[in-house]
């Protein structure tokens, strides 16, 4: 009886650990493929899918990847694979594919059970997309389009889009009321409202039109996320980490979720969860200047100068023209007591930006620490003149 329960307890432990190296190659494979490393992204692809072979996810971006490379048969047969794991999931991929392999019958055919699905890409999309520039001048395509796809709401889409573009905001939400009163598929009217109460900066209104969208489907990850992004601006930091850890969970390669909760953890003063979500972010994208730039001011906040120093450092091997990186290292080795490197950092930071009076203002508190009171009080006198109201507080109390 122990043996079993021990075998059953090694069975179970395998199946975790395949499931996360498949989760970690998957992760991997989406990073190098956002950041145009096509032939890693499909390495890490075949490698999540030997760990699990049945997540129709890896076939759907192994086929982008190798739709964009114009390996067009290739891509096919990885979105044919998901069909059983996943049906109607490739259909429009796989129109795709076979418009740009000239066959017009199997293309229009898939695309027609897009176009029945109730995921279908808005109707502008798919008639812009370049893959049927030649589809667009054949008979067939002419008889696709004969039939009514789109409900009234749907499309609805290019008007408030217009309306949006001319910031007619109230007009954009009048045309939307009136279809609500009798709207039949109403998720996609608080969808456009949402997004216009988001140019308005109307963030709590915002919030709340995303959760009549999540009461109607609970599983689209990107309603969880729109709504977490509204939260987060509208500074309810506690209900836009709920809102993005479940889109996390949902879609763990949606790299930019890390960053927003980074935002909203910090909002909520909860700097170690912030620095573990950036860590997650630049363990994918380890050369994103402005992320490393928002590590290094986590780790400041949280006093841990030396992992701070770190990060400003990275950010000026890739840049070393950026006045806010020289500054923001600066500021730090003020904290540790190197004062000379303070001075040195501000200095240089200076000599790109010379109107920012919180620089004098650090570079003063670094000069009257390492005793240049004199220098000090010239910088001070600067940063004062430049707006900084804690540069006068020192110069009433230091300065003659």
């Not at 650990?17 to 493929?33: E, F, N, P, T, V």
């Not at 897009?114 to 370049?130: G, N, T």
């Not at 696709?144 to 008007?159: F, K, M, P």
């Not at 620089?359 to 005793?371: P, V």
Request: glycine share 6%.
């Amino acid at each position: 009886m122990k043996r079993s329960f021990i075998l059953i307890l090694l069975i179970i432990a395998t199946g975790i650990a395949s499931a996360q190296k498949s989760r970690d190659h998957y992760l991997s494979g989406i990073a190098k493929m956002k950041t145009g490393h096509a032939d890693s992204a499909i390495y890490f692809l075949n490698m999540a899918i030997m760990q699990e072979p049945d997540n129709y996810q890896y076939y759907l971006h192994r086929g982008e990847i190798k739709y964009s490379q114009g390996r067009y048969e290739e891509a096919l047969r990885d979105f044919e694979n998901i069909d059983p794991l996943k049906t109607g999931m490739a259909d429009l991929w796989q129109a795709k594919c076979y418009a740009r392999l000239d066959n017009n019958e199997l293309a229009v055919g898939y695309l027609k059970q897009h176009l029945q699905s109730p995921d279908r890409l808005p109707q502008k999309e798919i008639q812009k997309d370049e893959a049927f520039d030649r589809l667009q001048l054949t008979d067939e395509w002419y008889e696709l389009w004969q039939n009514e796809w789109y409900s009234d709401e749907e499309l609805l889409e290019e008007d408030i889009d217009y309306l949006i573009g001319q910031a007619k905001y109230l007009d954009a939400l009048s045309v939307i009321d009136k279809k609500l009163r009798d709207s039949k598929k109403p998720e996609v009217l608080y969808r456009y409202r949402a997004s216009v109460e988001d140019h308005q900066g109307n963030y709590r209104a915002s919030a709340m039109d995303w959760t009549e969208v999540i009461s109607r489907n609970k599983n689209d990850y990107s309603s969880y996320k729109a709504r977490g992004i509204a939260f987060l601006n509208a500074k309810k930091f506690s209900e836009s980490a709920d809102d993005l850890s479940r889109a996390i969970r949902m879609e763990p390669a949606d790299f930019e979720l890390y960053r927003l909760r980074a935002k909203a953890y910090k909002g909520q003063n909860d700097l170690k969860s912030a620095i573990k979500d950036i860590s997650t972010y630049l363990n994918y994208f380890p050369d994103d200047e402005d992320i490393l730039l928002f590590s290094g001011e986590l780790q400041y906040e949280d006093g841990n100068y030396v992992d701070a120093l770190r990060s400003f450092n990275r950010c000026l091997k890739i840049n070393n023209s950026n006045p806010g990186y020289y500054k923001a290292r600066g500021k730090t080795y003020f904290q540790t007591g190197l004062y000379k490197y303070a001075i040195e950092d501000l200095s240089m930071s200076l000599d790109l930006n010379a109107r920012d009076g919180e620089t004098y203002y650090y570079k003063g508190l670094a000069r009257f620490h390492s005793g240049d009171e004199p220098g000090a009080c010239d910088d001070w006198k600067e940063s004062a003149y430049l707006g900084e109201a804690r540069a006068v507080e020192q110069l009433i109390k230091h300065c003659r």
